[in-house]
């Protein structure tokens, strides 16, 4: 007789407990179904969002697809400009520079052939050392010149490697994915990205 009242309270404790973690799980249930409720209202919201990054995305392409087309254009142009640069002041810098060269050469000739024996011989020597002072004068001044043009050259050339520059971040940008926020606070509208157009005036 004493196995029965033994029996029973092993039953009712295993009911308990059961009864109680079927309380808990009601209890989480319950939880769950408010947390779903109110994802539910926010669904509209993120809708909205993603929507507005979905734009957002899309103008900024359509922005840099623009500035990649300014970016070839202005590539083409200074392209353009170094090759007429160089047809037109190359040629003539090497010409006179050496014009230049062969009168030194030729009034040097001279005073070799001619000496300093007499007066009328100083005279000319003189006209002729002006002379040479006037074309080194001259050389110098196309030596200048000539340094200027390889400087302007340098410079576009740097100016060429930024161009390319810009291109591979603006296609870096436009290959990156828009950033998932994951706070429920409304969505700030995103500036666009603004470059200084760059451009370059000849010296």
Do not use: C
């Amino acid at each position: 007789m004493t196995v029965i009242p033994g029996l029973v309270r092993r039953a009712a404790t295993e009911a308990e407990h059961r009864l109680r973690a079927g309380a808990g799980l009601l209890v989480r249930l319950g939880r769950d179904l408010e947390r779903s409720a109110e994802l539910e209202r926010f669904l509209p919201s993120y809708g909205e969002r993603v929507r507005l990054l979905e734009d957002t995305v899309r103008e900024q392409d359509a922005a840099l697809r623009t500035r990649d087309e300014e970016v070839r254009g202005l590539r083409a142009e200074l392209d353009s400009l170094v090759a007429q640069l160089n047809d037109r002041l190359l040629p003539r810098i090497d010409e006179r520079m050496d014009d230049t060269e062969r009168d030194l050469a030729a009034v040097a000739t001279s005073l070799i052939r001619t000496g300093r024996d007499t007066a009328g011989h100083g005279t000319r020597l003189e006209a002729a050392e002006r002379r040479i002072g006037d074309l080194r004068t001259k050389l110098a001044q196309l030596e200048q010149r000539a340094g200027l043009w390889r400087d302007l050259q340098a410079t576009m050339a740097r100016l060429g490697e930024d161009v390319d520059a810009l291109r591979a971040r603006a296609a870096l940008r436009a290959a990156d994915p828009p950033a998932a926020e994951p706070a429920v606070a409304p969505v700030a509208p995103v500036a666009p990205v603004v470059t200084d157009r760059v451009t370059d005036r000849p010296a």
